[in-house]
């Protein structure tokens, strides 16, 4: 269970890969950091804004949006050493088959699957209520209150052609929809700055209170641990933080493309790191003029921006914020199609998972069966199931990796001491074990009845190695 892969393989095959019929090194670091804006600025910054301002922060949802950062920040160093000296699909999952053992990486991988079909789904079921909205089509089969989500499915089958046709298209959409989306972040604050009122922003962390409704498995574990209120105050931001890290969590599909870019050495670390710094300023940008505009107290859950610019009289400021939440959405819906069937490729490609879903299509080079795969998949939740209840499962899903990631790096230090490292985390070991800290307290502030779906989630896929991936992994047999 805790074989490992050898660097050196892994590093090889990957130098090998476009002329041995594998994936084909396309992207440079403007496509990285375009892919990675694409699946970060989205749902976050369209919702959760609101969300926890108005149930955790207050106006220091600010500071929220700027730990999480931090903490992704931390994590997305360890992932830029890592993905720069061993540049494979599956990011996180193979660096752990490289350092901590197989059942680790499966775990891993499993984990992945999980945060990323998950993601796509609920933004689906969100980009499909932004449509609904926009051009009032019926609620039947658009928005939440339908019983069949359309549109979520829809776009989803349609953004799985484009992830499968080929990397690079893939890049050229997303590209395209992430200029639309930062322009219309950078029209929100410059024009919401106009609007803002110091008492609105006044007190600027409200007092600490226990959460309304919050006992039981809904409380976080810190909470049910110490008893500590978790709304507003320091235990707020904590907690508000723990939740909008949904909104940094696809930074680390860059490293998953990194077997496709043409100088990873050079390029990965500024993919990551590009990627968080753009993403961080916009958040925090857009939640501090947003709680200017308007009373935390007083924000809509569902469209705080928009409603936002109807509070203070611009109304019209609302369109242009849906259409960009819909270019926003859909950037980040096929990023995530993009990545789940980058690791679903990896896996197959080891043996934990069949063999037919490495296969690549001989025309695109892309895993195009591991892409319709998790697009079914992303059909199916996104049509038929509410996933509001579900979406910290993302948080912590992406937390853990991270976490491994993270413990990863001065073990690896450890045991390959001469492997070339194009780029070094400072400090290590010390803050790769800070990033692992702050990831696993994190996840901490997340609900127990979280962790639990989470439980359900990881023996579910310790059945599927156990029963399948054990016997055929091709390390198995080496």
């Known amino acids: 269970m805790f074989r490992t892969k050898p660097v050196d393989e892994i590093v090889s095959r990957t130098e090998s890969s476009e002329a041995t019929g ?3 090194k396309r992207l440079g670091t403007l496509d990285l950091i375009g892919f990675g804006v694409g699946i970060v600025i989205g749902t976050g910054i369209f ?34 050493e890592l993905a720069s000296a061993v540049p494979t699909a599956g990011s996180a999952y193979t660096y752990a088959y490289a350092t901590v053992g ?20 609920v933004v689906s079921r969100g980009w499909s209520g932004y449509l609904q909205n926009l051009f009032h089509l019926p609620t039947s089969l658009f928005g939440e209150e339908s019983v069949v989500n359309l549109g979520a499915m829809l776009i989803t089958a349609v953004l799985a052609v484009v992830a499968s046709v080929g990397i690079k298209q893939s890049a050229r959409v997303t590209n395209t929809l992430v200029v639309v989306k930062v322009a219309i972040c950078l029209f ?9 009122r110091g008492a609105n922003l006044t007190p600027f962390v409200p007092p600490a209170s226990p959460e309304a409704g919050k006992t039981g498995l809904d409380q976080p574990v810190v ?19 723990a939740v909008v890290f949904f909104a940094y969590t696809g930074f680390e599909a860059v490293a998953n493309l990194s077997e496709e870019v043409r100088k990873p050495a050079k390029q990965m670390a500024w993919g990551l790191l590009g990627t968080l710094v753009v993403a961080t300023l916009l958040y925090v940008g857009v939640s501090f003029v947003l709680t200017g505009m308007q009373h935390y107290t007083d924000l809509n859950n569902g469209s705080p921006l928009s409603s936002a610019f ?37 896996m197959g490609r080891d043996g934990l998972l069949p063999p037919s879903v490495s296969e690549l299509h001989p025309r695109f080079g892309t895993p195009v069966r591991a892409t319709v795969v998790v697009a079914v998949m992303i059909i199916l939740i996104g ?17 853990f990796a991270f976490t491994l990631v993270s413990i990863a790096v001065p073990v690896l230090r450890r045991t390959r001491p001469q492997m070339p490292r194009p780029f ?13 800290l702050a990831c696993v307290y994190l996840m901490l502030n997340l609900s127990i009845a979280t962790w639990l779906r989470f439980l359900v989630w990881f023996l579910t896929g310790l059945a599927i190695y156990f029963g399948y991936g054990r016997r055929h992994a091709k390390a198995a047999r080496a």
């Open 188 to 196: 929100i604050i410059v024009v919401g700055a106009f609007f803002i």
């Open 22 to 24: 594998g994936l084909r």
């Open 223 to 241: 909470q049910a641990w110490f008893g500590s209120p978790s709304a507003f105050g320091v235990a707020g931001i904590l907690t508000a933080a």
């Open 47 to 80: 919702t959760l804004t609101g969300v926890e301002a108005k149930g955790h922060a207050g106006p220091a949802v600010v500071l929220s949006f700027a730990l999480a950062g931090i903490v992704s920040l931390l994590a997305a160093l360890c992932y830029a």
């Open 383 to 399: 049509g038929f199931v509410p996933l509001t209840a579900l979406a910290d499962l993302v948080s912590i899903g992406a937390l």
């Open 102 to 121: 197989e059942i680790v990486a499966w775990i891993i991988g499993w984990d992945l699957v999980l945060e990323f079909v998950l993601g796509a789904s």
């Open 424 to 436: 070094r985390v400072p400090w290590s070991p010390v803050l790769p074990v800070v990033s692992a």
């Open 310 to 346: 109807d509070s203070v009289g611009a109304s019209w400021a609302g369109t242009l914020v849906s259409i960009a939440a819909v270019c926003g959405l859909t950037s980040v819906i096929l990023v995530e199609l993009v990545t789940v069937g980058r690791i679903g490729f990896a």
